[in-house]
Nanobody, 124 residues
Framework: QVQLVESGGGLVQAGGSLRLSCAASGGTFSNYAVGWFRQAPGKEREFVAALSASGGVPAHEESLKGRFTISRDNARNTAYLQMNSLKPEDTAVYYC?????????????????WGQGTQVTVSS
């Protein structure tokens, strides 16, 4: 089973950018769909973006399209989330997830592994 470690979070001003990374180990990363979720204080965890195992089919939360972009480099066993034009409401802990079923992963189901999360704080 793959293990996931996120990095790249931090404090950024509104309008700024961050790129999160999700490093995988202990499994065959290219066999897994990968996704990003986030959880803001007092709110439920929500879907952000996902990418199929081959990297050919991205899915993004509709409201985040155009600002957030998911990608992956299977040769480096790493997934990324590029976040541009950040807003204070993007403040949350961002989690990486891996699963064998792309469509189920989008719905937060059949997740094989979660990362520990990385904090993103956007100041106004």
């Amino acid at each position: 089973q793959v293990q996931l470690v996120e990095s790249g979070g931090g404090l950024v001003q509104a309008g700024g950018s961050l790129r999160l990374s999700c490093a995988a180990s202990g499994g065959t990363f290219s066999n897994y769909a990968v996704g990003w979720f986030r959880q803001a204080p007092g709110k439920e965890r929500e879907f952000v973006a996902a990418l199929s195992a081959s990297g050919g089919v991205p899915a993004h939360e509709e409201s985040l399209k155009g600002r957030f972009t998911i990608s992956r480099d299977n040769a480096r066993n790493t997934a990324y989330l590029q976040m541009n034009s950040l807003k204070p409401e993007d403040t949350a802990v961002y989690y990486c997830a891996a699963g064998g079923r792309f469509r189920l992963l989008i719905g937060g189901q059949a997740i094989d592994s979660w990362g520990q999360g990385t904090q993103v704080t956007v100041s106004s």
